[in-house]
C-alpha cells in the first residue's frame, strides 16, 4: 500500500502537467478554428481579402480532422478557379462551409445559413469603396496614355546664399 501511495505521489505532478498540456492543446485547437470562422463572418462582404485567404489557406489544417468542412472547403476551391461557375454558385458554396464551420465549433442551429447570408454594409462604406476603385481605374489610365510620371529634379544651389533663398521660398 505504502509503495502505490509513493507511486502515486511521484507520479501526480506528471499526470498534472500531461492533462494541463491536453487541455490546453483542445483549447488552442477551439481558438484556431473560432478564429477562422471569426474571419470568414467578419469578412464575408469583401470579394476577398488578406484575411479571406489566410482564414481559406489555414482550413486543411485547421479542420483535419472535420471531413465536412475540408471537403466543402475543396468544392469552394475548385469553383473558384473554375471560370465557367457564377459568383452567386461560389456565394452559396461559400455560406455552407462558413455555417459548417459554426456546427463544428459548437454554434449548431444558433448560427444558421441564413445568419451567415446577412451581412450589414453600410451605404456610405460601400459607396467609399467603389470611389477608391473608380479614381484606383481612372489613374491606371492616365498613367498608361501619359507614359507615366515625369519627375523632374531642381538643381541643388551650390552657395550659402542661394541655399537661404531657397530655404526662404519655400518658407514664404
Known amino acids: 500500500m505504502e509503495i502505490i501511495t509513493?507511486?502515486?505521489i511521484a507520479l501526480s505532478p506528471a499526470i498534472a502537467v500531461l492533462i494541463?498540456?491536453?487541455v490546453q492543446s483542445l483549447g488552442e485547437k477551439r481558438r484556431n478554428k473560432k478564429s477562422i470562422f471569426s474571419s470568414l463572418m467578419s469578412t464575408r462582404h469583401h470579394g476577398v481579402s488578406d484575411e479571406i485567404v489566410r482564414a481559406l489557406n489555414m482550413i486543411d489544417v485547421v479542420?483535419?480532422?472535420k471531413e465536412k468542412v475540408r471537403e466543402l472547403w475543396h468544392e469552394y476551391y475548385d469553383m473558384l478557379y473554375?471560370?465557367?461557375i457564377d459568383w452567386k454558385q461560389r456565394d452559396t458554396k461559400r455560406l455552407e462551409l462558413i455555417t459548417e464551420i459554426a456546427k463544428v465549433i459548437g454554434y449548431g442551429k444558433k448560427i444558421t445559413h441564413i445568419d451567415v447570408d446577412r451581412?450589414?454594409?453600410p451605404v456610405g462604406l460601400r459607396e467609399d469603396?467603389?470611389?477608391t476603385r473608380d479614381i484606383g481605374k481612372e489613374l491606371l489610365r492616365v498613367?498608361?496614355?501619359s507614359g507615366g510620371l515625369k519627375i523632374a529634379s531642381k538643381e541643388q544651389p551650390k552657395k550659402k546664399d542661394?541655399?537661404?533663398s531657397v530655404l526662404n521660398e519655400i518658407l514664404k
Do not use: P, S
Open 6 to 8: 509513493i507511486i502515486a
Open 20 to 22: 494541463a498540456i491536453w
Open 63 to 65: 479542420f483535419r480532422d
Open 82 to 84: 473554375n471560370k465557367g
Open 119 to 121: 451581412v450589414y454594409i
Open 129 to 131: 469603396a467603389q470611389r
Open 143 to 145: 498613367l498608361k496614355e
Open 162 to 164: 542661394e541655399k537661404k
